[in-house]
């Protein structure tokens, strides 16, 4: 008996130009028999632009688990369906992995086709390396939540990319100036292939200050891209610790840990909260 099953189509879409939409994403938008996306509104700005006039079905954080369900019955009823994003690639910091997951379980196929990107089109032009590179999608809202994870990649030796929010741009460059380092290189895209397209390349202080200042555009979707730690200023950092360690081993055999920490940040290049933090784990350890 042949399989009537039908298929699912995630189809990247124009990131602002509307004119990006691929030849082939455009040939299977048009032959579908239903487009889930984001948000409908947003979608059938695009889809009236190219003349495609399909049934519209929303799929968004808040409903995508109870729609699949319904999308897996009409794919199994021998439908073909598309799965959009309000722009770029569908699933990148966006809706439609449950789904995706869901068909997979059910043996149903899944077809990328692909297109803009956010990220990656931001990447292209950053002039960072992109051997390795990690994608945190947005970070957190909260400041203090985004210091704590922010302190979790500050000493990785690749490419950082995120997402950002025009309303929190500012304070965002700020939190990771302080954890990051003033000096560390920065690249954040704006309005990426629109009108007003704009790529600020400089430091994390001096971003952080024209934000303050109003110089930086505070409108529009961010692409944030960071450098990650030089490999070699990551080997000269793991061996100011290995000296710090050894130094405070020997101070906490005479001396209290303030007076050690104290002379230690004499001696070695470490701040003293890390030494702090460093003569307190010694010490629990003797």
């Given at each position: 008996m042949i399989d009537q099953t039908g298929k699912l189509y995630v189809v990247a879409t124009p990131i602002g130009n509307l004119d990006d939409l691929s030849f082939r994403a455009n040939t299977i938008l048009k032959q579908v028999d239903w487009i889930a996306a984001e948000d409908t509104r947003q979608s059938k700005k695009l889809l009236d632009h190219y003349h495609i006039q399909k049934k519209l079905i929303s799929l968004h954080n808040f409903n995508e688990k109870s729609r699949i369900t319904q999308l897996i019955e009409s794919l199994k009823a021998g439908q073909n369906g598309a799965l959009i994003s309000?722009?770029?690639?569908?699933?990148?910091?966006?809706?439609?992995?449950?789904?995706?997951?869901?068909?997979?379980?059910?043996?149903?196929?899944?077809?990328?086709?692909?297109?803009?990107?956010?990220?990656?089109?931001?990447?292209s032009v950053a002039g960072f390396s992109t051997t390795e590179f990690l994608?945190?999608?947005?970070?957190?809202?909260?400041?203090?939540?985004?210091?704590?994870?922010?302190?979790?990649?500050?000493?990785?030796?690749?490419?950082?990319?995120?997402?950002?929010?025009?309303?929190?741009?500012?304070?965002?460059?700020?939190?990771?100036?302080?954890?990051?380092?003033?000096?560390?290189?920065?690249?954040?895209?704006?309005?990426?292939?629109?009108?007003?397209?704009?790529?600020?390349?400089?430091?994390?202080?001096?971003?952080?200050?024209?934000?303050?200042?109003?110089?930086?555009?505070?409108?529009?979707?961010?692409?944030?891209?960071?450098?990650?730690?030089?490999?070699?200023?990551?080997?000269?950092?793991?061996?100011?610790d290995q000296k710090a360690n050894k130094i405070l081993t020997m101070l906490l055999a005479e001396m209290s840990v303030k007076s050690a920490v104290n002379i230690a940040a004499e001696i070695t290049d470490c701040p003293k909260n890390k030494l702090y933090d460093l003569a307190i784990a010694i010490q629990n350890q003797s």
């Open positions: 309000d722009a770029g690639t569908p699933c990148i910091s966006d809706p439609g992995a449950h789904l995706i997951q869901a068909l997979h379980e059910d043996k149903i196929s899944v077809v990328p086709i692909p297109g803009a990107c956010a990220l990656i089109s931001a990447l994608f945190l999608g947005f970070l957190p809202a909260k400041s203090v939540a985004r210091k704590q994870q922010l302190e979790t990649i500050k000493n990785l030796p690749y490419t950082i990319v995120f997402y950002e929010a025009p309303h929190r741009i500012s304070e965002m460059l700020y939190d990771c100036k302080k954890i990051l380092g003033e000096e560390r290189r920065v690249v954040v895209a704006r309005e990426l292939t629109k009108k007003y397209e704009t790529l600020y390349v400089s430091t994390l202080k001096n971003l952080s200050e024209d934000a303050d200042s109003a110089a930086v555009e505070i409108r529009g979707e961010f692409v944030v891209i960071i450098e990650g730690v030089p490999k070699e200023t990551l080997q000269d950092h793991q061996q100011n």
